[in-house]
């Protein structure tokens, strides 16, 4: 419990943070370290394996191409000020913030019969292979198409 | 419940450990080695210029982001790697087939960006 | 669902044909080096055809891929309809490509491939390969987008785009996990089991789920308040992509909502009518008074999607086997007059640089095919009689009326007539507004006049001759309300 609200403290304020920052690197920084701090709100729901895979791909690969995309920006030190739509987008995420908050207290969840902790890794490749594997196969397809993509848009020519 | 908190507790264990190991390596080393303060100490050594009044950022070349974009196309892989590695032994021949289909496809995508030439540093 | 999966792979057979033709036309690009790449939308086109053909051989067979997506007759119908659609902007793609776009492997490539996210959008039975497929689409269509990399306009349509299309997608992501949460299962059928019973236990997630759902979906098809990419999108896209995007992109999505909302929503009709007749009403009004004030072609054909979208979202609201076969056939019309309007715009634009309304004067003079064959798409896309776009409209207009959404009809027909003025203001610079001195008739590429011709045939046909279609269109909804 103790785990779980100090992780969720974390997340919560560095994703805060990532909007308050005017420097767009720290805005960065903070929100790795939003995605650590939700990585191991995973393992709290003993999620083992999606909380790897959060830490890998999220607070790796992506954040390394962000700060690539940051770096790469002519100017990116120049702060990101404030505009017209400041006050509506906060009265907005209030509201969004509310409904969200109150289905998740109101709503009687069906719960997972797991007790224990054990590792899911088994389970997600079993159901990567046999029942689901047609989205398994297509996720390549659009890795491929990623890939194309990136060398079209992205290469000097 | 009990098991649980036992593990946490080698955790929470290790972490102090850590923690106060770092910290004693930093705070010892800041006071017994020597140290001196001078403003002739933040210049730039010897000859070379002083930096320009406002920091400077050098700006990456490009090229360096495709090479992040593909290196997140593979860390995905990965990522459907680790559990079809630790299952395939239980669910047989249809697994191996399924995952080698899946790298093939990334596969062939490889193949079509060294051809492009996009792994090439020119 | 049943412990023993049907794993027969060969159902797939079709996809596996177009994954291949991707990958023939990437190779051929990149690994034979005399090959003329003039050639390539062709070997697309003639590669679509045979897998269209191919594909055939499924009519009128019902199966399932591990129950997660159906090969019925409602899949053998989009698979060939976004075939062709796919062939027919392949073809058209031809010139414009040469000239103006470099990398065109990668764009045939693309658009192949965007094609299997298309169809197994129409497939799938199961959330998660409908929403991969969904991404498998958007992917290829982000990239597409912003082909024109050169040019400013297409990198800030491509990036709007991609940045929308990506917060759509979470949102979706999260209905999507708020309808597990709630159901237990992502399978369609499993999902209207769960909603069968009282759903009192998780009224809230459920409805939070659906508007989630509903919005990400409605980014896709470009529905008010979701629509704001739409218009920097369709400007900045080089204008073949433009039509791809009004066409397959929008189709597909319908494919998927229908599917969907038949499959696994019927249960909980009461939580998500309302507001999807409230998304068809504003779309239909937002779209169509905004389309008025445009003055280049792609934006204001792209309101007038928009207004589109809003007649298509009234059939899901009044969901019903009529109204479904009436949105079936109202696509296929819809689909094949703006294509052939774009066939004519991209014609017109590669032989004159003019994609501005005002730019359209003289073209009665100097291409007279072209003028003729576009007047008629855009009446047909306004629903004079005659025209595909009357009798499709009719049919759906009247089918949602019989069930009960009498007031989104009349907004509907009043929202024609409003298109009718904008449609009109084009039509008047084609054949009133004389050509400059010194304009000369210009000579129109056989194919494209080909293409034309065709494709106004098509306009005619439906109109004229619906009996056929209607049958096709009810025997692939047929199973959706078995």
Redo the contacts between chains.
Sequence with gaps: MIAFWTLAALAVTSAAMIIVVRNLLHAVLFLILSFVGIAGLYITMSADFVAVAQVLIYAGAISVLMIFAVMLTPRSDRDNAGNMLQAPALVLSGLVITAVSMVAVETDWRLADRVAFESTATEIGDALVSPFVLPFEIASVVLVVAMIGAIVLVRED | MQ??LDN?VAVLLAAVVGFTLVGTAVIVSRLVAPYSTSNQKDISYECGMLPAAE?V?S??H?????F??????F??????L???????L??GK??FY??V???A??G???A??W??G?LQWK | MSSELNLDYSLLTPEFCLAGLAALILALDLFVDDFRKSWLPYVAAAGLAAVLALSLGWVNKESDFAGLLSVDNYTTFFRVFFMATAAVVALVSAQFVQDKLRHPGEYYALLVLSTIGAIYMAASRELLTAYISLELLSFCLFVLVSYAKHERRSNEGGLKYMLLGAFASAILLYGISMIYGTSGSTFYADIAAAYAGDTSAFDLALLLGLVMVLAGLGFKVAAVPFHMWTPDAYEGAPLPITAYLSATSKVAGFALLLRLFSGAFMPVLDDWQWIVAALAAMTMVLGNLVALQQHNIKRLLAYSSIGQVGYMLMAIAALSAATSSALLLHMTGYVITNLAAFTCIIAWYNLTGRDEISGFRGMAERTPLLAAALTAALFSLSGMPLFAGFFTKFMLFQAVADEGFLWLTVIAVVMSFVSLYYYLLVIREIYVSKPEEGEERLPVPALISGLTVALTIGVFYVGIFPRHLLDVAEEATKLLFA
Excluded at chain 2, 62 to 66: D, G, I, K, N
Excluded at chain 2, 75 to 80: G, I, K, L, S
């Design positions: 098991a649980l946490y920091p950022r700006q990456l490009f090229r360096y982001y495709l992040a974009i593909l290196f997140l196309i860390d995905v892989e990965a990522v459907f680790f559990p079809w590695a630790v299952t395939f239980n669910v249809a697994a399924e995952m289909l899946f790298i496809i990334l062939a995508g490889l079509y960006a051809k492009k996009v």
